[in-house]
């Protein structure tokens, strides 16, 4: 049952997170949930909150990998950073620029407000204004510019492994290729399906071509669609180092032999079919509806596109 106090209460405690949060009353709470010096059994060590959960994301292989490669295909834009710190640079953070971040980007003239469901919209929107209303628009500067087109060389990542794990067959190669704008939808709807047929199950022609030649482990084609410029990420998991050069030959002469001959279509009506009955479905398991459809919205709306 669906309370209407409890929910402007909630509003209220989301708008002061938000808006006026006690970080500018409080530097503890940077220090505990940043970084902040400790000193243990005689040494210097750096401790926080952030700080510990990026360690531990960037043991990751996968992570290691996708950074990487937005660092190297976005180099003059922001998505060469890590979005939630890098552990090596966390700790460069002062408690000046961050108070000097959170006025900059989270302010009114830097957000996106959607309102979802049978609610009291004029109580709602008065309640916004309660809020809003206490700021002076400002230009955030946020627009976020399109990335030249770049060739660049490859990067190597080491990441750890558990003990005992044999590390000669854990190498992992990582592909990334931008694929176009947030506009194009018909690309991106395009490389989904063909992400799907291309790389889906054991059987897909790429991913048979690299297992059927005891090459790899798993082959994975994906398409990021949440950025300004999507991008199609193909990961070759668990193989040898020196059979780099004939996974690499495998790819080419596979995509090469598809782009000759042509695809299975009856694959492709399969993959189609599979996609129009997710979209039409829209089961997002226990996401609520209206923020499942927000993500969507803001994937176009955070680029100025429709």
Known sequence: IRNNEDFFNLM?????????????????????????????????????????????????????????LTRALFPDTPYRFVSGGDPDAIVSLSYGDFLAAHRRFYHPSNCYLLLDGQLDLDRALALLDEYLA???????DTAIPFQPPVHPEPVRCAYQ????????????????????????????????ILSDVLCGSNHAPLCRAILEGGLAEDVILSCGDDTLQPWLLLQIQNFREEDLPAIRETIRSTLTSLCGGGLDHTQLEASLVSLEFRLRERDFGTMPRGLAFTFDILSSWLYDAD
């Open 161 to 192: 492994l558990p003990a005992g794990e044999d590390a000669a067959v854990r190498m992992k190669l990582g592909l990334g290729y931008v694929i176009g704008s947030c506009q194009d939808v018909t690309t991106i709807l395009a490389a989904q």
């Open 12 to 68: 209220r405690v989301y708008l002061d997170a938000v808006f006026f949060p006690r970080i500018y009353e409080k530097e503890e709470i940077f220090r505990q949930e940043g970084w902040h010096y400790e000193l243990t059994d005689g040494a210097l060590t750096c401790n926080g909150v952030v700080l510990n959960e990026m360690k531990g994301a960037f043991a990751e292989p996968d992570e290691l990998i996708a950074n990487a």
């Open 134 to 140: 206490q700021f002076s628009a400002i230009d955030p």
